[in-house]
């Protein structure tokens, strides 16, 4: 499968959960020939075929390699960020969920969720966007994963999307900063996470970085109640150059560790 593939597909599934990002990329297509993607996420549990260690093997396959591990012990999370073989391909930033750090109330609840994955999905790019590999959960199990890790009930309730796609902002032809940037989406009536802070990051730190609250569509549960919930986001990134000149191809941890904060459910209210 080749690269251009891959995230065509990533992108029109991410779109399918959350048509906000689509309406916030035509903001920027109209004065940009090109939009390009800075960087795509991942969520994932560090237990059963889909670990961390089975998926960069996908991510191996497309010409991706190892950059830089991160960790998030508030959150109980560890991710790695991959670099692309062709610079014009976005990094990837690969995270996953240590389960067994969960309480055993969580853990009884995703356990099920677990051994129902089928041990063969790991073996194709495409389970990137496969959605939910197990039987829907309960709302109420959600509300219960969701008040001990967001992350948790996200990831049980969705399944397995691009958590968000991210406009490099060092490669708009215009808006230039990431301030103006963050103003066009805002004045178009989409929320910002200002979570630590609208603009993450320093010019210092290398990497300046604003996301879109999660956009907030209905998710079936089990017996088919549904109800909204927050699903993806969208992120803005403008890197900058290090002393050898070279763009810097890093995340930065507490930046990350807020941006996370996107799909949480009491997020902006
Ligand atoms: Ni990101």
């Known amino acids: 499968m080749s690269t251009a593939a891959f995230f065509a597909a990533l992108w029109d599934d991410y779109i399918s959960i959350a048509p906000q990002s689509a309406q916030v990329r035509a903001l920027f297509a109209a004065d940009n020939p090109a939009i390009v993607n800075d960087h795509v996420a991942f969520r994932t549990f560090d237990t059963g075929p889909l670990r961390l260690s089975k998926l960069e093997a996908l991510l191996f396959g497309l010409g991706y390699r190892r950059h830089a591990p991160y960790a998030f012990a508030d959150k109980h999370l560890s991710a790695w960020g991959y670099v692309p073989a062709d610079p014009n391909d976005p990094l990837v930033f690969l995270s996953e969920l240590h389960v067994h750090e969960l309480s055993t109330a969580a853990q009884a609840i995703l356990a099920p969720l677990l051994a129902a994955i089928d041990p ?55 808006p230039t900063t990431l301030e103006a940037v963050v103003e066009r989406v805002r004045a178009a009536g989409f929320a910002i996470n200002d979570i630590g802070g609208e603009i993450k990051g320093t010019p210092a730190e290398l990497l300046e970085q604003a996301a879109t609250l999660a956009d907030r569509q209905p998710v079936t549960f089990a017996g088919g109640e549904s109800h909204i919930v927050p699903t993806c986001y969208y992120e803005f990134a403008r890197r900058y150059p290090d002393v050898d000149g070279r763009l810097y191809q890093g995340f930065v941890a507490a930046s990350a560790n807020r941006i996370f904060e996107s799909t949480d459910r009491g997020a902006g209210s």
């Open 120 to 174: 063969h999905m790991g073996a194709s790019p495409e389970v990137f966007s496969a959605g939910r590999l197990w039987p829907a959960i309960s709302y109420s199990d959600y509300r219960t994963l969701a008040a001990e890790s967001e992350y948790a009930g996200w990831l049980a309730a969705l399944g397995l999307h691009a958590n968000h796609f991210t406009v490099a902002v060092h490669r708009l032809k215009t």
